[in-house]
């Protein structure tokens, strides 16, 4: 894969829909702290800030180490040391083959692009509204998010569930 490819995959994977989240999250407190006038204004420009800048950085930033490091995923390294290292395929034989629960991207693990993400998107939310409306600690000020996901029922076809993402005001 190309640099661009990565990144890419980086945020389509679910960075990018996961962040959908984070804003919806804010836009009860931005409604309450902005001016009916102000709001489309403001949430364009929070909405930049956090998904455009902060999250583009902690891309960019991510991706950069990825490439300087390639530290590898654990699947790639047990098998690279299975087919390079006979003491090590000797002991374990079952690394030739082994493959991991979960499937994972073709693309190193570390530094992880979803927490440099995330943390930039906290801390620029922080920072916005500090810088915008005075408040610390936006991020103690949402309140609960709830959205609906498909999960199998127990007659084995996908059902809506209802989940509240947190309330930090209690």
């Not at 087919?83 to 530094?111: L, Q, W």
Request: charged content about 20%.
């Amino acid at each position: 894969m190309t640099d661009t490819e990565k990144a890419v995959a980086e945020l389509s994977n679910n960075k990018i829909f996961g962040s959908v989240f984070l804003i919806l999250a804010y836009v009860p407190l931005l409604r309450s702290l902005a001016s009916e006038e102000d709001y489309s204004k403001m949430y364009d420009e929070f909405s930049l800030v956090t998904s455009g800048c902060a999250e583009y950085a902690a891309t960019h930033a991510a991706w950069r180490h990825k490439r300087t490091y390639l530290a590898g995923r654990p699947a790639a390294v047990i098998c690279h040391l299975a087919n390079t290292n006979s003491e090590f395929a000797s002991a374990h034989p079952e690394a030739k083959y082994f493959e991991p629960m979960i499937p994972v991207g073709d693309h190193p693990e570390y530094p992880s692009g979803s927490s440099a993400i995330y943390t930039a998107f906290a801390q620029a939310v922080d920072d916005w509204f500090l810088d915008k409306f005075n408040l610390t600690d936006a991020l103690k000020s949402t309140g609960p998010l709830t959205f609906t996901v498909p999960h199998p029922s127990s007659t084995g076809l996908m059902a809506p569930l209802k989940m509240s993402l947190w309330n930090t005001k209690n």
